[in-house]
């Protein structure tokens, strides 16, 4: 995703897949709840979440890579579990190594988006084509992740084929969680998104069907977004509903979490 502020913002990332950002401009502050932050770079990484991530950033431009769980087994070096629910320095970080030298050259003296777009396409497609084992079981079990009908790790197992094991293996390597979790995530998620596309319907409008009632919904709010939904409602969110509204325009699904598998990347 490219965005361009002009003003300082203050925002949560909802709960997502791994994200690159690289930045000309003020440089963000980000911390997650399990107590890793940055502050100072221009390549911002974040992991699968769980969990909102605070952030802070002044006039700037950025760029953002989204991967999705094919995306994270292809081209990231190390288990998503690993970094799930963090933050880290892209610049510092191993997972991220083979990425530097796209931070160092995207942006040119003068912004040019077509360019820049072209740089970051090229870096991807050089390694798009590299075998990947598991593939075909990651795209499956992406593809049942997103079908609402999906909510136990039952069906999730049955749709999938293997065993529950395998299915928690091929999770923690491209996903960052275990099914149970990850079909908890998916039902939170279809339910705020619907919410921040129509912010005048009540939270009870907006729960997906398969809450068994209000209180496990605000449960789930509360392990996810670090709040009640009442104060999260209250909240200002500069940058997140106005990229909600224009990826639900473009591309059907308002958050990255609702997107189906891709090629593995979302270069916006």
Known sequence: MRLHLAESAVDLLQPEWSNLRFFSGAFPTAHARDGTSVAGTPFCVTGPSSQAVHFAVGPTRLWGVGFLPLGWAKFVRGEAADLANAVADGNTHDAFASFRPLAETLFG????IEAEHARIAEHFLARAHEPLADEDRIVAIHQALIDPEVHTVGALVDRIGGTPRTIERVCRRAF???PKLLLRRQRFMRSLAQF???PKIRWSGAMDGHY?????FVRDFRSFMGMTPSKYAAMDKPILAAVMRERARISGAAVQTLDGPKGGAVIG
């Open 176 to 178: 960052g969680f275990a």
């Open 212 to 216: 068994h009632d209000q209180a496990q």
């Open 196 to 198: 921040m596309l129509d």
């Open 109 to 112: 003296e003068e912004p040019d």
